[in-house]
């Protein structure tokens, strides 16, 4: 009965500690650092055929097979995470976690004309409306839905 107790006072502690956001579930932390690395380059315009073969290279896209799309969100990670605030929409996957914004973006597709390493990609600049699936707490992006 005591142990019963304890595993239930441990319990209502935790959901409280996470319900104030003073520890932060780790499940979306591995997504959230694959979303940077994979869609996050605030610094340059790009758009160029030669940004999207270095980033796709330098951001390990181009192994062991060539990624064929990939886009790359051209602002600070604050304004992409402030999307994570917009009102839910539902998810390809049908989840409730999706948030839509207008950015600036370079898409990268794969032209299929060199292999892997050396993949050579098309560039495509634009602003335009994309949609993020958001977890944690706080909200963090952690996937490109569209």
Known sequence: M??????SLLLLSLMTLLG???????YGQPMYQRFLRQHVESRGPGGTKLYCNTMMQTRGM?????KQFNTFI??????????CNATN?????GMMNCHAGVVRVTDCKDTGSS???KCSYQA???TRRIVIAC????LVPVHLDS
């Open 2 to 7: 005591a142990l019963q107790k304890t595993l």
């Open 20 to 26: 104030l956001g003073l520890v932060e579930p780790s």
């Open 62 to 66: 181009t192994t062991p097979t060539c």
């Open 74 to 83: 051209h602002e600070n990670i604050g304004t992409i995470s402030n999307i």
């Open 89 to 93: 929409i539902q998810c390809k996957n």
């Open 115 to 117: 292999p892997s390493p």
């Open 124 to 126: 495509t600049a634009s």
């Open 135 to 138: 977890q944690g707490n706080p």
